[in-house]
């Protein structure tokens, strides 16, 4: 009896294991993807903006 509670209790410690690998993994790809969203929206935003005419002239450099 000792036996089947002692690998009872190892499968449940597993399974606990794997469901916290999993969420692990999930908030791992939930991060993922809203860094590329940035990355994404920053791609977008920067071909938008059109490079300075004349940067000798002073005054403000969107690519400083």
Do not use: H
Not at 27 to 54: C, G, H, I, Y
């Amino acid at each position: 009896m000792m036996e089947i509670r002692s690998l009872a209790s190892q499968a449940l410690l597993a399974q606990e294991q794997l469901a916290q690998t999993q969420m692990g993994i999930a908030a791992v790809k939930q991060t993922n993807e809203a860094q590329k969203q940035v990355a994404d929206m920053l791609a977008r935003n920067a071909a938008a903006v059109a490079p300075a005419e004349d940067t000798q002239q002073g005054g403000f450099s969107t690519y400083a």
